[in-house]
């Protein structure tokens, strides 16, 4: 969302001469703030900004503002309401005491609002009610208070009612429609329109009957290749919850991913017809498996179970997969740690041990093994590689595993190996680039749930002295 626009330095240590640092949202949108944080680093003297939004050649709104050296600030415009789609250019020019005239394309954003529609339930019967609220929120998440108009149309795109200009109670607004004893069957549309906000909520009206008895295919959340065989239970039960008489027709396939005819896609394994008094259990033996494809991993056997009831003939049936597996333990890396390191700083590697349904595995006394490997930045023979001692570490209930990497100021990219009951996951690291060769690192120490009028502690490091620090913070695309 945000764009650092203007820079001229980077390092807050630095003596650069007529040096700024300007930052703006890449999107504007419609009645709202266009806000810029300005930071003169070095001048002369006082700096005049003037910042300009321009929809080619015309001057859309401006601002003007006087700020000295070392003391940020922002900078605020009001778009109109009536802010028309188009490209627009953020043109922000220094004059006094530092001279600069910069220019960059902003999107534009058409969403005023966000606008929501809740209905009672998805599908409705001839004659029933429909309620439903529509409520909408601005992106600093205050209430949608300005009215609103709502029409529902039926399956045919003939409109059945409306309300215009309907003004928000507390930011809610609650109606009903009743349908009648003979409407068009079909998916029926509620359409809202919040100034230029448009949303709109889909239900269906049918005639339909709920089905007397139902059937569940209980599948185990992953199997392994090395196991003796696989357990799927069948379970069938009348809607009043009294377990269903008759006969279950199980039929087991394996998924072929690399067979694209459809007809081929799916192999039979085995075809079992079986008594049923509620629940039925049915063996699928590992090694028939094996004997369609010995090579199983992360392969899908489907269930399909059609069960009939014994006094009426009926049938109803389901369905249910597993996967197979050739380790019951799964590592990741997930995509939450950075990409980069920053040398001379502290990295956290996140490492997670799961089962292969995502899982944290049963409790154990084994550990993780850790390989840091660090490659260096210079060309020197006795420093080309480096590697850092094993690390052997305990794994916690929850499977998530956090591991401190000091990284040496040389290193130009490390390499963090994890392995653990035979299974190896890779994590590759790349340096940050940084022209000046130096680092800033903030961490948050309050810790992840914050709670409204709560102080928030971080932590701040650089690799050289920090003389001065300027920070902005941003919410939902504007400065707090």
């Known amino acids: 969302m945000w764009r650092l626009i203007l820079l001229a330095v980077v390092v807050v240590t630095s003596s650069a001469r007529n040096s700024y640092v300007v930052i703006a949202p890449s999107k504007v949108r419609a009645n709202m703030d266009l806000t810029l944080s300005v930071n003169i680093l070095n001048a002369t003297g006082d700096v005049t900004v003037v910042a300009s939004l321009l929809r080619g050649q015309i001057t859309v709104v401006s601002a003007t503002k006087v700020f000295q050296e070392g003391s940020p600030a922002t900078l605020n415009m009001k778009l109109p309401a009536d802010l028309p789609s ?14 600069f005239d910069k220019s960059e394309n902003l999107n534009y954003n058409n969403k005023e609002a966000s606008v929501f529609i809740q209905i009672n339930k998805a599908i409705f019967k001839p004659g029933d009610i429909v309620n439903f609220r529509v409520f909408g929120v601005y992106s600093d998440l205050k209430s949608y208070t300005d009215p609103i108009d709502i029409s529902i149309y039926d399956a045919d795109s003939n409109k059945i009612k409306q309300w215009l200009q309907v003004t928000p109670t507390n930011g809610v607004i609650a109606l009903e429609l009743t ?23 889909v239900f269906t009206v049918a005639e339909y009957v709920l089905p007397k008895f139902e059937v569940d295919v209980v599948m185990p959340t992953y199997a392994l290749t090395t196991d003796d065989d696989v357990t799927v ?34 192999l039979q394994v085995i075809n079992v017809k079986l008594p049923l008094n509620g629940e039925a259990k049915v063996i699928i033996p590992v090694f028939q498996v094996k004997v369609i494809n010995p090579y199983l991993n992360q392969h899908v056997l489907i269930v399909i179970a059609n069960v009939t009831e014994s006094l009426t003939g009926n049938q109803m049936s389901g369905n249910g997969t597993v996967t197979l597996y050739d380790k019951g333990v799964k590592l990741e890396f997930p995509e939450s740690n950075p990409k980069t390191f920053k040398p001379g700083l502290q990295y956290i590697v996140y ?38 001692s094993v690390l052997s570490l305990a794994i916690p209930e929850n499977g998530l ?36 060769s130096s680092y800033i690192q903030v961490r948050l120490k309050s810790g992840l749930i914050i709670k409204a009028g709560e102080s928030i502690s971080y932590e701040i490091k650089g690799t050289r002295p920090l003389a001065t620090l300027v920070y902005q913070v941003s919410m939902w695309g504007a400065f707090v």
């Open 86 to 99: 188009s490209t627009y250019t953020l043109n922000v020019k220094g004059s006094g005491g530092l001279t």
């Open 233 to 266: 239970t069948v379970k069938s039960k009348y809607t009043y919850g009294k377990p269903v008489n008759g006969t279950a027709d199980v039929l087991v396939k394996l998924q072929n991913e690399f067979i694209k005819s459809m007809d081929s896609k799916y």
């Open 179 to 201: 349908l009648s004893t003979q409407p068009v069957l079909g998916d029926w549309n509620i359409s809202v329109e919040a100034g230029r906000t448009k949303e709109e909520k």
């Open 401 to 436: 595993l956090t591991i401190p990497v000091d990284v040496p100021d040389y290193a130009a990219n490390v390499y963090v190996t994890a392995t653990f009951r035979g299974v190896s996951e890779e994590l590759t690291l790349e340096k940050s680039h940084s022209p000046s």
């Open 351 to 388: 490492l997670k041990i799961s089962q292969p349904d995502d899982l944290p595995i049963p409790a154990t006394n084994e550990k993780v093994e850790i390989n840091i490997r660090v490659e260096s930045d210079y060309l020197s023979d006795f420093l080309s590689d480096y590697s850092t």
